[in-house]
């Protein structure tokens, strides 16, 4: 990983991206392939080190909104390109998405967004239960209503992704500043001025936050309001299966959030808890494998008892309507963040990193992302809330 730990860090810099995961990293590629120079990523740990390093990995153009639904497609589009732009194999595998349906509403819901979805050409499709099973063979149809299958979508791996934009970005000139804690921020009149950090102050000309499930808090440096909050997710793995595991799309229980796919040598398992607090603590508890099990006997209850052999929990960084926060601050007109994406930064970083270049270099961006605004809550302007899965 290119990456170095300093004792100081730059004096000055044209621009200053705090956090150093795949958000941060794809901004900070997408400004050094457009020229920019002079820019600093500030790391307080290493690159990947937060929610960067623990996500799913899905990768999916699956939305109910078309803003969404664009940002998720062109994302998914940089991803299979990955290999040559930046250059880096990350793991791609296109099996598809597949959501499990139990109930009409479910199913009217999900149609009417598969109908956004072609219209932005995005191949999902509604099928019947058996076409589900034929699909994933641990399913089980009974109670089944429909399914929605997205065959372009797939999974990744989220920590190749960020070593990829970020020996990238260090080819061209970016500072990686890990091991590097920003103490406070510097403000004058309607501009900042300059960050603080753990091995000194750097006067900037701008501020991107990218800090995910930390952004409140840099936000609070400079009186900017970015609601995100902290929520745990965890996952498992099972033990390596014989035979080994069908080939099977990410396959999602809808009802009960449940949801699996391949990884390596067995599965991986995970579910939202209705129940989780919201908070930064990342302790892995394998008490929550009982709300997938019981979900599994109902939905696949070939895995409801297969063994589990460890996982881990990371953080989402959630907001209010579950969608994204990007954009300028009205307050601070050289204060720029992209956070607060409830799950999906992942799926959305390569889109975004355009997003916020453009922003950056004050040109037109390829779609509007004002309905993403952090004022849009002090407003009441709020976009239609994502179902908050994975």
Not at 35 to 46: C, M, P, T, W, Y
Not at 334 to 356: D, K
Request: hydrophobic content about 40%; some cysteine; proline content about 7%.
């Amino acid at each position: 990983m290119p990456s170095s730990a300093f004792r100081t860090v730059p004096p000055t810099a044209d621009t200053v991206i705090i956090g150093g995961g795949v958000m941060g990293t794809s901004i900070a590629f997408h400004l050094a392939e457009a020229g920019a120079k002079n820019i600093v990523v500030i790391e307080r740990g290493e690159l990947a080190g937060g929610s960067s390093g623990k996500p799913i990995g899905g990768v999916r153009a699956h939305f109910s909104d078309p803003l969404n639904i664009e940002l998720g497609n062109r994302s998914l589009r940089a991803y299979q390109e990955f290999p040559c732009r930046p250059g880096t194999d990350i793991g791609l595998d296109p099996v598809g998405y597949l959501f499990l349906l139990t109930t009409e509403q479910q199913a009217s819901d999900f149609e009417t967004s598969v109908g956004i979805q072609n219209s932005l050409q995005v191949p999902s499709r509604m099928i019947s239960p058996d076409e589900a099973k034929r699909l994933c063979p641990y399913v089980s149809t009974d109670g089944l209503v429909a399914a929605v299958h997205s065959p372009t979508d797939g999974h990744a791996r989220p920590g190749l992704v960020v070593q990829g934009y970020a020996r990238a970005a260090a080819r061209a000139g970016v500072t990686l500043a890990t091991g590097t804690a920003v103490t406070g921020v510097d403000t004058a009149g309607n501009r900042v001025t300059g960050v603080h950090t753990s091995h000194g102050p750097i006067a900037c000309g701008t501020v991107i936050c990218a800090a995910g499930a930390w952004s409140a808090q840099i936000g609070d440096m400079v009186g900017v309001d970015l609601p995100v909050v902290p929520v745990r997710r965890q996952l498992a793995f099972t033990a390596p299966l014989t035979p080994r595991a069908p080939r099977i799309p990410f396959t999602i229980d809808f009802s009960s959030t449940a949801y699996f796919h391949n990884s390596d040598d067995g599965l991986l398992f995970g579910l939202a808890d209705p129940d989780q607090e919201a908070g930064f603590d990342t302790t892995w508890t394998p008490g929550w494998l009982e709300l997938f099990r019981a979900a599994a006997r109902d939905r696949a209850p070939a895995l409801a008892d297969m063994k589990t052999v460890g996982g881990w929990a990371g953080l989402y960084e959630n907001t209010p309507d579950h969608n994204a926060l990007i954009g300028r601050s009205g307050e601070l007109s050289n204060f720029l963040y992209a956070t607060g994406f409830s799950g999906h930064g992942f799926l959305q970083a390569p889109a975004v990193g355009e997003v916020v270049r453009d922003l950056c270099l004050e040109r037109e961006t390829f779609t509007d992302i004002t309905p993403l605004s952090a004022d849009r809550f002090r407003q009441g302007a709020e976009i239609r809330p994502e179902a908050h899965i994975v």
